[in-house]
């Protein structure tokens, strides 16, 4: 049937099973936000309109997160495309799928410079798992069909597709091709083999999985490292959770991986690396098995390679080859999606248990919280999980406030913990929790944020005010860039160089103009009773808590020193 291709790109997106769109129009793009109007879509894609391009790209993400699903996000040409790279990168480092569709200057006006000109599909070469420039309109469908197969397959990323806009104009033939007929369709299937990225992940070797059992056999003190390829790979948590408690040896997680393993497991050790818990880290040091499933081993987990588990045989499992030995040097790794490999050694593993190894690593004892008439951190996240019963997910920006989060809020599934863990994206929580929110109604989805982060991308409180999108946000206001002034205090001799944030805005007042509640909190009952409130209503709430200047994360270890190291106890 003959169609417009701004209506074929909608019945593509139907076709992928899309549901909501986060987006920002302009001028190249009119076209297809008119087949909002113009064809009805309004009322099959939900489409929120955001404040900014860069809030957009951080909610598409955010959804594609929370719900496993891949994340869809519009923007213009020119500066509107460049808004999106922040986004674009984020969800590039941390595995996250979403497909970007940008609408460039038309083709006789590209190369000249032209208003609103920009080579998007070069700027973003390097953080996105493919992307296209699409110059025909017969090439459409294939092109977004392909880039959606990409997104999703393999290691989860990034694709955007740049359109230009005079194929925004032309008519088309289009075939509908349900989901599942894509693998099979003659000239699909054949773009999808020629793609530079293997959509078909192999089947991990049964000879590497029979020797990480033999090595198994042969520990005295093994360890596992959990990373966030235990969540990005469907179905992989139920299998992790039965490797390591057939195996009953120590839990220890990155940032990415919060989650995989229950925070209030027995086996639990917490958090690894630069602000590890003591119990992970002198496990890491003094294991002579690890085994890293679905993590990076990048420069803060992995401090000092030179060091990092140097009594320990180390093996990796990652389903991207790119990723074995590229930071630390490993003795066996598995290539292959992480929910294959645990499924295979599964099938290999018997129980095991190590009391004397457990009760030395758990011997490692944390700083005694504080307890006093000040609102300190640790209770803001205990209070959160207590009135949430542990339920809610918890996006956040980055700083002191992102550790205590992975810290103090104890995770239990996948998806719960949505935090820029690899390119540490200032202004990526808000957005996230409104994407967050909107794929799952029904979960409570609180954002901690502090004061430096939330001034970044405040103005996305216009978007969840406009949709009722009920994110619950939650300031720790130090007024300072809090995990900077930290290392000024221990590292720069305590030269606060342009950290102090003595300004406004009052956030209180802030989130009245935008028509959204908000109040402050300065004890612990404070915030207790002004939380409930807020999830009692359905709506949104902005909560500011006044925490101290000086509020530390402990524990803390300098980069590039051994993982043992701890500057700050």
């Not at 993590?295 to 803060?300: K, N, P």
């Not at 009245?512 to 404070?526: K, L, N, S, V």
Request: charged share 20%.
């Amino acid at each position: 049937m003959k169609m417009k291709s701004p209506q074929v790109l909608m019945e593509c997106l139907l076709e992928q099973g899309v549901d909501t769109v986060f987006g920002y129009p302009g001028g190249t793009i009119l076209n297809i936000y008119d087949e909002f109007e113009s064809h009805g879509y309004k009322n099959k894609i939900r489409h929120i309109l955001t404040a900014h391009e860069q809030g957009a790209s951080h909610a598409a993400d955010g959804y594609a997160r929370a719900t496993g699903k891949v994340g869809v996000c519009f923007a213009t040409s020119g500066p509107g495309a460049t808004n999106l790279t922040t986004g674009i990168a984020t969800a590039h480092m941390d595995s996250s799928p979403v497909v970007f569709i940008t609408v460039n200057v038309g083709e006789s006006l590209i190369g000249k410079d032209s208003f609103q000109e920009v080579d998007i599909t070069g700027i973003t070469m390097p953080i996105t798992k493919c992307n296209y420039l699409v110059r025909r309109a017969e090439d459409l469908a294939d092109v977004i069909r392909e880039a959606f197969a990409i997104a999703r397959s393999g290691r989860p990323g990034p694709v955007l597709i740049d359109i230009l806009k005079n194929v925004t104009y032309d008519e088309v033939d289009y075939e509908p091709l349900p989901l599942e007929q894509h693998a099979s369709h003659g000239r699909l299937a054949a773009m999808l083999r020629r793609a530079s990225h293997d959509l078909k992940t192999p089947e991990p070797d049964h000879g590497d999985i029979q020797k990480l059992l033999d090595m198994i056999a042969e520990a005295k003190r093994p360890l596992v490292l959990v990373g966030g390829g235990v969540i990005r790979s469907k179905g992989a948590v139920p299998e992790f959770r039965k490797f390591f408690e057939t195996l009953n040896a120590p839990v220890t997680s990155t940032i990415m991986g919060g989650g995989a393993c229950p925070g209030d497991h027995p086996l639990f050790t917490g958090m690894v690396g630069m602000h590890g818990s003591h119990a992970s880290n002198f496990a890491v040091d003094q294991c002579d098995l690890l085994i890293g499933i679905g993590c990076r081993f990048s420069d803060r987990v992995a401090l000092d390679p030179a060091t990092f588990a140097r009594n320990a045989k180390l093996v990796h499992i990652d389903i991207d080859r790119a990723e074995i030995d590229k930071n630390v040097k490993t003795d066996h790794h598995i290539i292959g999606d992480a929910r294959r490999v645990l499924e295979l050694l599964n099938e290999g593993l018997t129980p095991h248990d190590y009391p004397e190894w457990k009760e030395w690593v758990f011997s490692h004892k944390e700083v005694p919280l504080k307890k006093d008439d000040t609102l300190h951190p640790h209770e803001v996240l205990e209070t959160i999980q207590a009135l949430t019963d542990g339920q809610a997910i918890v996006t956040t920006d980055v700083g002191q406030h992102q550790m205590w989060s992975a810290q103090y809020y104890h995770f239990s599934r996948p998806g719960q913990l949505i935090t820029s863990g690899g390119f540490g994206t200032m202004g990526f929580g808000l957005g996230a929790a409104m994407g967050a929110k909107l794929g799952n109604p029904d979960v409570p989805v609180v954002l901690c944020t502090g004061d430096g982060c939330f001034r970044m991308n405040c103005h996305e409180l216009a978007t969840v005010e406009h949709y009722q999108v009920p994110v619950i946000t939650v300031i720790f206001n130090n007024r300072t860039l809090g995990m900077v002034r930290q290392w000024q205090h221990l590292i720069y001799g305590e030269r606060y160089s342009q950290t102090d944030l003595d300004r406004g805005p009052d956030f209180v007042k802030l989130a009245e103009a935008y028509g959204i509640d908000g109040a402050r909190a300065a004890t612990q009952p404070e915030f207790e009773a002004v939380l409930k409130q807020a999830l009692d209503s359905g709506k949104p709430w902005v909560i500011e808590c006044a925490i101290d200047k000086d509020a530390m994360v402990h524990p803390m270890v300098p980069g590039s020193t051994p993982i043992t190291d701890f500057l700050l106890d």
